[in-house]
């Protein structure tokens, strides 16, 4: 079904393009903006292919597939565009690129609305040999460079405003939980793989969230995020979300101090969801029992499951540097410094036919 209604313009029509460019002039100086950043800061651009053994092993996210063809009819083997160019990123890594950078476009299937794309743009970049948490300055000074070459001190986006120039906020999974939902998150939580989802059931029908037939304990826990706390994050300023349950970060390292909890962090500006953050598992052997695990669970909940990019497990064998690696939504980003409303006034063109 198309994107546009039968009395709206599609999106080719020149008076369209007359009122997207001023968001697409903002993009333009912001895309500078952030080149200027990585270049200050030392950083390699790189470019990786689209095409990809695996697009990735989440197992909510949906993929396309395709197929490569060779000069003889049985010379075919099954691709798909990736989801996120970090397997390929993470290769040069250990070829020996300590600090990496590119715009890539990604693709994931079954996704539109007024913030997402089925195919978009994502900023993501690594750092050899530094933590996690050093991402964090890498974010202030995008988003502070994104808003003064867009001409601006503050976001506004859905009522709510968020100045990047202030003192962002850190808060952790567990505390936005007590916060905002009045849940004791780690008393219902075992560190395992897939915890029991009885206790955190009852402590979410208790302030009124309903649970579903066949939730999994991370689904009640996306259910009270989406429902009582992401509403309020990046209100006022950028709020960092940080300490998620290693059951939700699986290819991120466990904190030393807490083994049960994550190197994750996520960033939120006016409630808008912009970045995800890990301290990167190197452990070849951790890493592929996670992603089995993660197949499993896709098989049992979509039918499917994708393949393990054996390439990037022997990179990891060979030796991957400990690092940090972050993604950020750049067309995202591009609608909060534009004051666009709608991911499609921030894009040339979106995807015909949808």
């Known amino acids: 079904m198309p994107a546009h209604r ?6 080719w029509h020149p008076e369209a393009l007359v009122r997207r460019r001023p968001y697409l002039a903002a993009r333009g100086r912001v895309l500078n903006a952030v080149r200027r950043v990585f270049e200050e800061l030392a950083f390699v651009e790189v470019d990786t292919p689209a095409l990809q053994v695996s697009p990735g092993m989440e197992p909510h996210l949906q993929a396309f597939a395709t197929e490569l ?23 040069l890594l250990v070829a020996g690129v300590p600090r990496l950078w590119q715009l890539a476009h990604v693709y994931r299937n079954g996704e539109r609305s007024g913030t997402h794309a089925p195919e978009f743009s994502m900023l993501e970049w690594y750092r050899a040999g ?3 948490r050093t991402l964090i300055a890498d974010c ?24 990047p120039f202030g003192v962002w906020r850190v808060l952790t999974v567990p505390d936005a939980f007590r916060e905002y939902a009045g849940i004791d998150l780690m008393a219902t939580y075992d560190g395992s793989h897939d915890p029991d989802p009885a206790a955190l059931a009852a402590e979410a029908a208790r302030i009124g969230i309903a649970p579903h037939e066949g939730d999994r304990w991370e689904d009640i826990v996306f259910r009270i995020m989406f429902d009582r706390i992401e509403p309020h994050l990046g209100d006022g300023v950028p709020c960092v979300l940080t300490d998620y349950p290693l059951c939700m970060a699986a290819l991120s390292r466990p904190k030393p101090e807490d083994p049960r909890l994550a190197e994750r962090f996520e960033l939120y500006a006016c409630g808008l969801e912009l970045a995800n953050a890990f301290g990167e598992l190197t452990d070849p052997a951790v890493q592929r029992a ?12 979509y039918g499917e499951r994708f393949p393990v990019d054996e390439d990037f497990l022997a990179a990891l064998e060979h030796g991957m540097p400990q690092s940090s690696g972050i993604a950020m939504g750049f067309d995202r980003l591009a609608m909060l410094c534009s004051g666009a409303e709608s991911i499609e006034q921030v894009l040339w063109l979106p995807v015909a036919g949808v």
């Open 6 to 11: 039968p009395t709206e313009l599609p999106p």
């Open 140 to 163: 202030q000074e995008l988003l502070r460079a994104g808003a003064e070459a867009a001409g601006r001190r503050s976001f506004a986006f859905r009522g709510m405003t968020c100045d």
């Open 290 to 301: 996670r992603f089995e695990a993660d197949m499993e669970l896709k098989e049992r909940l």
């Open 130 to 132: 530094e933590g996690y």
């Open 69 to 91: 063809k060779g000069p003889h009819p049985d010379d075919r083997r099954p691709l798909y565009l990736h989801t996120s160019p970090e397997f390929a990123m993470k290769k």
